[in-house]
């Protein structure tokens, strides 16, 4: 199956204790890289993570960020600046007996009033336990951030499948031409051999067995019949491959790598005035189809 190295997905997750966000990046890579940047607390899930990771992904280089909020109920504590609340109620109680105001001071009155009463986080407070549900959390959303990121290398395969397929028929058609080329070419040479030899001196064409064995041989040298069918075993190998459910990138590589000695092969044995050319635009294919095949897992 043809599938991108490439894709990116950001996942959040939340519950009553804790939120978790996972980030997920995949490029390019010879093999599986990953690499994981998340909090200290969540160290001991990093086998977890390559592990999950490793069963939906073959290939590439994998950047995974964790982040973790703790939703956390710090410890607090209540203070009543009695001084303070003191002084007030003096100084309430002059003004009552002066007749600026009445009545008495109320709890509610209390809890108004600023700077008298405080409610604050209490200090050197241990932090909270790691929540259980924690573990579980970020399996769900490294999940399905990969999840994620697998069907965006998917879709992006289906875009490379297409494209290679295009190269690759173009590539069965030059092979298609050259194969002719080579066969006019060689018929060509043929005659050009048998002309000359019949244009010698009967003194050394006296053993004509001999000289028709040698033009044979001469022939054969150019003969590109062998590297013809290799190079349509691997356009059907390569086929077999890019529909089958195993990743095949490295094995696309090693089928270019094939074909392009094939092709230097039938450059350097073919006859006929076209084969450069096409060998050429052959070439220049393949290369292109090499630069694809770098980006499939």
Do not use: Y
């Amino acid at each position: 199956m043809i599938r991108s190295m490439t894709g990116f997905a950001s996942v959040s997750r939340d519950d009553s204790t804790a939120r978790v966000g996972v980030t997920v990046k995949s490029v390019n890579h010879r093999f599986l890289d990953v690499a994981i940047k998340a909090p200290q607390l969540l160290a001991g899930m990093e086998s977890r993570i390559r592990a999950l990771i490793g069963q939906r992904i073959a290939r590439g280089r994998i950047e995974v960020s964790v982040s973790l909020d703790l939703v956390e109920t710090p410890e607090r504590e209540v203070v009543l600046d009695e001084a303070l609340l003191e002084r007030i109620a003096r100084t309430m109680e002059a003004a009552r007996a002066k007749g600026l105001v009445s009545g008495t001071i109320s709890a509610s009155d209390v809890v108004r009033l600023p700077q008298v009463l405080e409610i604050r986080t209490r200090a050197g407070s241990a932090p909270p336990p790691l929540p259980e549900s924690l573990g579980g959390l970020v399996e769900a959303a490294l999940t399905e951030a990969v999840d994620a990121v697998v069907v965006m290398r998917e879709t992006e395969g289906r875009f490379l499948t297409h494209d290679l397929e295009t190269r690759l028929a173009g590539l069965a058609a030059a092979v298609t031409d050259v194969e002719r080329e080579a066969r006019a070419g060689q018929a060509a040479f043929e005659a050009r051999l048998r002309d000359r030899l019949a244009s010698l001196p009967s003194d050394v064409t006296s053993d004509s067995s001999l000289l028709a064995q040698e033009v044979v041989r001469f022939v054969a040298r150019s003969d590109i019949d062998e590297e013809i069918v290799r190079l349509r075993g691997h356009f059907e190998h390569w086929r077999t491959l890019a529909v089958g459910h195993e990743p095949c990138g490295r094995k696309l590589d090693f089928l270019v790598q094939e074909m392009n000695r094939e092709i230097n092969t039938v450059g350097s044995k073919a006859e006929g005035s076209r084969v450069p050319e096409i060998v050429i635009g052959a070439k220049a294919e393949l290369e292109r189809v090499r630069e694809q095949v770098q980006n499939v897992e």
